[in-house]
C-alpha cells in the first residue's frame, strides 16, 4: 500500500528533523491506535522513544502481559509497564457512580503517567520534550465541535487527557486518518493482523463494564467471561465482523442448578455491536450456536455467574457501553 507506506515515511523523516537529537514519551494502551503510533515513533527515532503502559487493574485477561510482549518483542518498542491495579482498586473501593469511576481513573492515570516519566527523565538525566498521542481526526473534530450524546453524557478521556503541566510538545501522527485508515498504514508497517483488526477498549476499562462496585474478585469474574466470550467470537469467525464486542457484569444475582444443589450467583451480559462510527450501533445478530457455545462455557467454567444473557438493544437510545 504505497500511500500508507509514503504516508508513514513522511512522518518518520518530520519527526527526525523536528525532535533531533530529543526524547519522546508516550502511553500506550495495546490497542490500534497508540500501538501504530509507537510503531511509527520507534521507526523514527528507536529507543529515545519512551512508552508507558498503566495496568489500571481493569484491563482484560492477561491484557498487560500480552500487550508488553507485543510491543515490545515483535515490534521493538521500548516499552515499560506500570503496575498500578492496587492503588486504581483502592481508589475505586465503593464508587458505584459511571461517572465518578471515570474521573477517578483519568485522574490517576495522569497521576501515574508523569511519576513514571519523572522517573524515565531521572535515569536518563535528560528530558523528554515531547508527547506521543494516538489521537485520530474523528476525535479532533469531536474535541472542537461535537456535542452530541457521547460528549455530553459520558466524558470520554482519551482526547487531551495527558498533562498539561509537563511542558511538552504534542505529536500525533494520526490526527489525519479515520480508523480504516490508521489499520491499514498498521498493516503497511507490518502489525500483525490480531493487533491491527483489535476492537476498541474504553480508557476505563473493565471498570465500566463491572455495573455497581469494582471490587478485585469482580474484576476477575469478568476477566474470565470475557475472555471466554472473545474467543468464541474469534473460533466462529465473527469477531471480524463485529465494531465492539464485550462482556458486562451486572449487579444482579439469581437462582440456578448446578448437580444437585441450588446456586445464587453473578448474572452476565455479551454486547456484540455492529457500527462504522460508534455514533450509532446495531446489535449484531450473532448466531443461536455461538451463543449456546459461549453460555455453556461461561457458567460451566466461570465460578460466580450462573446466567449469561445477550444484549440487543442499539445505540440509539442504548450507547454501547452499560455505563
Ligand atoms: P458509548 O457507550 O458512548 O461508547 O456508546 C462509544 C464508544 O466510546 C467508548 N467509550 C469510551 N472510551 N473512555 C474511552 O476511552 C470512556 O470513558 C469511554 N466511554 C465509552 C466505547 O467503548 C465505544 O467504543
Known sequence: DWVMTDYAQEFIDDVRKTVGEGHVIGAVSG??????????MTRAIGDRFHAILVDNGCLRKDEATKVLKRMREDCGVNLRCVDASDRFLDLLK????????RKIIGGTFIEVFQEEAIKIEADMGKKCGYLLQGTLYPDVIESISYKGPSATIKTHHNVGGLPANMNLKLIEPLRELFKDEVRELGMALGIDEASVWRHPFPGPG????ILGEVTRERVK???????????????????RKIGQAFTVL??????????DGRTYENVA?????ETTDYM?????????????KMSSRVINEVRGINRLCYDISSKPPATIEWE
Not at 490497542?31 to 511509527?40: E, I, K, Q, W
Not at 465503593?94 to 469511576?101: F, I, S
Not at 450501533?281 to 450473532?286: Q, V
Request: charged fraction near 20%; glycine fraction near 8%.
Open 31 to 40: 490497542g490500534v491506535d497508540s500501538t501504530v503510533a509507537a510503531v511509527l
Open 94 to 101: 465503593g464508587v458505584t457512580e459511571p461517572e465518578k469511576k
Open 206 to 209: 473493565l471498570a465500566i463494564r
Open 221 to 239: 469474574i469478568l476477566q474470565e467471561a470475557d475472555d471466554i466470550v472473545i474467543q468464541e467470537l474469534l473460533n466462529s469467525g465473527h469477531y
Open 250 to 259: 451486572l449487579p444482579v444475582k439469581s437462582v440456578g442448578v448446578m448437580g
Open 269 to 273: 451480559s455479551v454486547r456484540c455491536v
Open 280 to 292: 450509532t450501533a446495531d446489535f449484531y445478530h450473532l448466531p443461536y450456536d455461538v451463543m449456546g
